[in-house]
């Protein structure tokens, strides 16, 4: 007879990552569940909100994402955890009706509602970065300053094929949400096929671009049919042709940051431009300074930006040309926190960076290198 039988320890659910789609009677949402060896877990949701879940609170968001029925997902977790099955049903069906609500709820505060911890953003061990953002080219448009991007960084640009083995490697290592910078990616003429690698995977896929090709309505639509999530939208505020670009792109189902670069040249007109982009539906917003003189008038963007209700957002990639949109606000090294943490950069051969523009910081190269030498 084995007496410790009933002692058996737990096992945990299988590593890996996981991710549900909204149906398509609902408001769009993405959710991804990395599991990790210790049965605890990072769900993210939209590829913005990121929690971090003890073994039970995984287990109920791994039920929800796979669609096992409450009266299964109550049975599993009463086996597994040694609970009464009505607590465990109980406790499931609160767990997946907050879930729902904050998925189709923008800007709920998950820490309020879901009374989960707060944890200091990027200071938990998430294993693996939650996005990747991949330079495609450092090639850019025509008539554009040479210092937008460090072309003598690459000596080549990948394949389609490499970069597809690219995405599918780091889908394999748990990594939700892909962005597609530059350079101007949209100088790729594969793109459109590397996005739809992406949502072939699971990806959430977002763009930084310029836009001035996006204002070729049938080019968009590409886009947007192969599986693009998101644009980061760079704003040329004195060129027409930036505007138009921005008026074809707001109409369509699809989320969209602005980008907006505070230079001596759009100062006295800051406030204006930030009131235009209200007007075309705009929300969300990032802001960045060429230079430190500029503090003051960053102050009162931010400011003025608050007022018209327009999202500031800060982790996202910044093209080049500009600060880090939180520069003036953090150290002198102007390291954002989550760099080579919440996520790594990728150069057009290849290359790993902690974050864009660390150059003397090179941890590998994702085609030669294992995950396990560039995640430290």
């Not at 003189?293 to 209700?309: C, R, T, W």
Request: aromatic fraction near 8%.
């Amino acid at each position: 007879m084995n007496i410790f039988k009933n002692f058996t320890k737990v096992r945990t659910l299988p590593t890996g990552v996981y991710q549900k789609q909204s149906p398509p009677d609902q408001p769009p949402y993405r959710i991804h569940l990395r599991l990790q060896a210790d049965g605890s877990g990072v769900l993210i949701v939209n590829a913005a909100t990121v929690l971090h879940l003890n073994p039970t609170a995984a287990e109920y968001a791994y039920h929800f994402i796979k669609g096992t029925s409450p009266a299964e997902a109550a049975k599993e977790i009463a086996a597994r955890y040694r609970v009464r099955r009505e607590a465990a049903l109980h406790d499931f069906q609160d767990f997946s009706q907050r879930i729902q609500t904050l998925v189709t709820t923008p800007d709920l505060d998950p820490v309020s509602f879901l009374d989960f911890e707060r944890v200091a953003p990027h200071s938990a061990d998430l294993g693996a970065p939650l996005r990747l953002d991949c330079a495609l080219t450092y090639r850019l448009p025509a008539n554009t300053q040479a210092n937008y991007a460090p072309v003598k960084r690459a000596d080549r640009e990948l394949t389609a094929d490499e970069w597809m083995t690219i995405l599918d490697k780091a889908w394999q290592a748990g990594i939700p949400h892909i962005t597609f910078t530059g350079g101007e990616a949209t100088l790729r003429d594969d793109l459109p096929q590397l996005i739809a690698r992406a949502e072939k995977n699971g990806q959430v896929c977002g763009l930084l671009t310029d836009g001035l090709k996006l204002a070729d309505k049938k080019y968009l639509d590409l886009l947007l049919q192969t599986g693009l999530d998101h644009i980061l939208f760079i704003l040329q505020p004195e060129n027409p042709a930036s505007w138009k670009a921005l008026e074809i792109i707001m109409p369509e189902d699809i989320f969209v940051t602005v980008h907006v670069t505070l230079a001596e040249k759009i100062i006295n007109t800051a406030s204006e431009i930030l009131e235009k982009l209200a007007k075309l539906g705009v929300k969300s917003l990032s802001l960045g300074a060429q230079d430190t003189s500029l503090k003051d008038v960053f102050k009162e963007a931010q400011n003025k930006a608050a007022n018209l209700g327009l999202t500031l957002k800060f982790d996202l990639p910044v093209p080049y040309s500009s600060t880090h949109p939180v520069a003036l606000e953090t150290a002198e090294d102007n390291i954002p926190s989550g760099a080579g943490k919440a996520w790594l950069y990728v150069e057009p051969d290849g290359d790993v960076l902690p974050a864009q523009g660390m150059s003397d910081k090179v941890l590998g190269n994702l085609l030669r290198d294992p995950w396990e030498k560039i995640i430290q």
